[in-house]
């Protein structure tokens, strides 16, 4: 669709103490599925809203029906009063609702002015593009956000995770919002990244938009938000005040009981064996310049850092993914050469890489979870080149039952299950591989309260049971109380390395800004 001169969206009803958004006992199934059940809350004109809940529980539900994605079997949507039937995208971005989405929908393909401009490029009368009118609308509009060092006519899919998720924003702003709809909108920002979108909910507020935060950070749930909603199995559990409710009360709400510990016990004393896992001098032809480090049987090394500071270079090329410009690995103290990922993954190496996009490089999402977790070993379960699938079937059932992911995975395609179980299904395959050595790059990104739990309780089992973790997490809290050691990285290389009591927040955050002299050891 084109956007031609005067297009506007319709007047809000001055009506005082209407809200901006209701949601009145909405139903939505999918055969026998029920996504949502009698759902409902409502949103203050001007207010920021958490929206949380569990994997599942019904927040992406809600989403797509006020994208106009899918309509409700039954139940109202109000907006700023008025009953409406969003039927379509465009009937509600008419109704002045956008949504930045967590799956990104941003076209890999296309540059970041095109995909800015997708579907209401500056037309003149006879349909005509005026390319040159809205790049000029683009780089005005990133300019005022403070995305200005954005080159416009870069591909997106050479863009950093981060940086799409800060366009997808961008687009989602680009439209004029009355009611935002944000959609996990800090599961891959960090440190600045975070600040930035702080400035821009506050700008929004001011403006009297309307924001719905999903998110399953609660740190930034008290930072933006006013008022929050908890769903849990489709159904509205309550809405508070976001200042009058505890974390803990919080968390019983969204899984139904309390997390005695979020966070497994670390073991009294740090490893201390030999290194499982050995770099030296590691450089790319990226961010990376010079990294070393070693990494113990029975370890959790974490790995931190701001966005493209070197992390995602460096977990690439302990897996064999990007090659090295120069420096070396070595496994149980013999150098190895990762030419791939199946170097890495072989008899005797024994290196895994959960990956920072689970959708599209971790699952092959059309095909089911039993497919998922054998392939990398599938050559184990042949005999005279035919698969014997009863033993696979056997194998991947245990694994899944290991990970509490139910049991349907084994024929189901892994697109039908929620994020947290998608990511569990990453884990299982490395686990059935029986790797020694995992890479987990930032795998509790988009996954709920209590499926985080599961993974930091299966870390530490893996670990306990004398695997090695390298670990890389956005959430500075999970590398404080999951790590027996962190390593700070600034600039591609690392800067300082933390241990016992000295792994506190402040002090990773001021070595990941490059302060190295007041963060425990500094490196060389």
């Known amino acids: 669709m084109l956007m031609r001169e005067g297009m506007s969206l319709p007047p809000v009803p001055d009506r005082k103490g209407v809200p901006a958004l209701s949601v009145d006992k909405v139903t939505k199934t999918y055969g026998a599925t029920v996504a949502l059940n009698d759902a409902e809350f409502s949103v203050a004109i001007g207010d920021v809203h958490a929206l949380l809940g569990e994997n599942g529980a019904g927040k992406s539900t809600i989403v797509k029906l006020l994208s106009g994605l899918i309509l409700p079997d039954r139940g109202r949507i109000k907006l700023f009063g008025r009953e409406v039937t969003l039927s379509h995208p465009i009937e509600a971005q008419r109704h002045g609702v956008q949504t930045a989405f967590q799956e990104l929908t941003l076209v890999r393909d296309l540059s970041v002015v095109e995909n800015m401009l997708l579907p209401h490029a500056p037309a003149g009368l006879l349909g005509q593009l005026r390319r040159r009118e809205g790049e000029a609308r683009v780089a005005a509009h990133f300019a005022a956000l403070g995305l200005e060092d954005i080159d416009l006519h870069a591909e997106i899919g050479e863009i950093d995770l981060a940086l799409r998720q800060k366009i997808e924003i961008a687009r989602a702003l680009f439209r004029r919002p009355r009611i935002l709809l944000l959609d996990e909108p800090t599961s891959t920002l960090s440190g600045r990244d975070i ?51 505890q974390d803990d009360e919080v968390i019983r709400m969204i899984i139904g009981r309390s997390l005695a510990s979020t966070f497994p016990p670390r073991p009294a ?7 499982v896992l050995a770099a030296e001098g590691l450089a790319t032809a990226g961010k990376l310049r010079g990294a070393g480090f070693t990494l113990r049987a029975g370890e959790i090394l974490g790995i931190a850092g701001l966005q493209g500071m070197g992390q995602q270079e460096l977990f690439l090329a302990c897996f064999g993914m990007t090659p090295l410009t120069s420096g070396s690995l070595a496994v149980d103290g013999r150098k ?44 184990r379960f042949a005999r005279f080149s035919v698969i014997d699938t009863a033993a696979e079937t056997r194998a991947v059932a245990d694994v899944l039952a290991r990970v509490e992911v139910p049991p349907r995975a084994l024929y189901t395609a892994a697109n ?20 020694r050595i995992l890479l987990l790059f930032d795998p509790t990104r988009g996954v709920d309260v209590g499926t985080k739990h599961q993974i930091y309780v299966l870390m530490r089992d893996f670990a306990d049971a004398g695997g090695a973790i ?28 933390l241990a016992g009591d000295g792994i506190e927040e402040e002090a990773i955050m001021r070595a990941a800004l490059g302060e190295t002299a007041a963060a425990g050891k500094t490196l060389a």
């Open 195 to 245: 600040d930035w979108l702080g400035a821009q909910i506050d700008r929004l507020r001011h403006e009297g938009v309307t924001i719905v935060f999903i998110s399953h950070r609660l740190r930034e749930v008290r930072r933006f938000c006013d008022r929050l909603t908890v769903l849990r199995n489709g159904t509205s559990i309550g809405t508070t005040a976001v200042d009058e409710v």
């Open 269 to 275: 004393v740090a490893p201390s064996g030999a290194p």
């Open 336 to 379: 190895v050469v990762l030419a791939s990922p199946r170097d890495a993954i072989r008899d005797g190496i024994g290196i895994s890489l959960v990956p920072e996009e689970r959708k599209t490089e971790g699952l092959f999402l059309k095909m089911p979870g039993r497919f998922n977790v054998s392939l990398p070993i599938i050559r």
């Open 416 to 435: 039908a299950f929620s994020g947290g179980n998608q990511q569990k299904l990453v884990m299982a395959k490395w686990l059935l591989a029986g790797s």
């Open 470 to 497: 390298l670990f890389h997490s956005t959430e500075i809290p999970e590398l404080v109380n999951m790590c027996d050691r962190v390593l700070v990285m600034y600039g591609g290389r690392f800067v300082a390395e």
